[in-house]
């Protein structure tokens, strides 16, 4: 990603504008403070899931903190929450658990449960940021004309007004999560 070389100076002052020292952040993410120091130092080697866990703690957007640029949601894109702290794989999971804020604005979830079928999902378009997290089962994402198959722990982020749908990728049901503006 470009920019993800200087994230090191980014995590730095976003940490100390929360007033977390190095060893507290490392502390609640679970890393060692040496291996946190490094990736203050030199970015390059940081996991994209610990990029996620510190936008989530300090309600900053995940592109905004590895590019340094603003949030622009022109397309999509996959990622893999990796080994970060992934809230749709507790079974007790709220829904409160899932909202989080971007920008000014509060994304609520919606649970959705689809049936496996073999019928094209319906694209529907609307405004809004939204992305889709798979809590079991299978999900195949269409936007526009590609398809994308989902499975738990993974995130779509996309601009919905693009043509969009989904369906069940599976032969049982599929339950995820679609998050919108409120």
């Known amino acids: 990603m470009s920019g993800i070389n200087e994230i090191g100076p980014r995590l730095r002052e976003l940490r100390e504008a929360s007033d977390y020292t190095a ?3 490392a502390r609640e ?7 946190y ?9 940081i ?8 936008a989530n703690k300090f309600k900053v957007d995940f592109t905004e903190i590895a590019t340094g640029v603003p949030a622009r ?3 999509y894109h996959i990622v893999r929450r990796g080994q970060g702290r992934v809230v749709n794989r507790n079974p007790e999971y709220h829904f409160e658990d899932l909202a989080f804020r971007y920008a000014d604005k509060i994304m609520q979830p919606l649970l959705v449960t689809l049936e496996p079928t073999d019928e094209a ?4 378009t609307h405004p809004g940021q939204e992305f889709n ?3 079991e089962g299978v999900v195949v994402v269409c936007i526009g004309e590609k398809e994308f198959e989902l499975k738990a722990g993974d ?10 749908g989904q369906r069940c990728g599976g032969s049982g049901k599929a339950r995820f999560v679609t998050v919108i503006t409120e």
């Not at 995130?155 to 969009?164: A, D, R, V």
């Open 133 to 135: 997290l798979v809590l």
């Open 23 to 25: 060893e507290q952040l």
């Open 29 to 35: 993410l679970h890393l060692d403070p040496a291996v």
């Open 73 to 75: 949601l022109d397309t």
């Open 155 to 164: 995130s779509i982020y996309f601009n919905p007004t693009l043509p969009h």
């Open 47 to 54: 996991p994209i899931s610990v990029i996620y866990e510190i």
């Open 37 to 45: 120091q490094g990736y203050e130092e030199d970015g390059r080697d």
């Open 121 to 124: 999902a319906k694209l529907i």
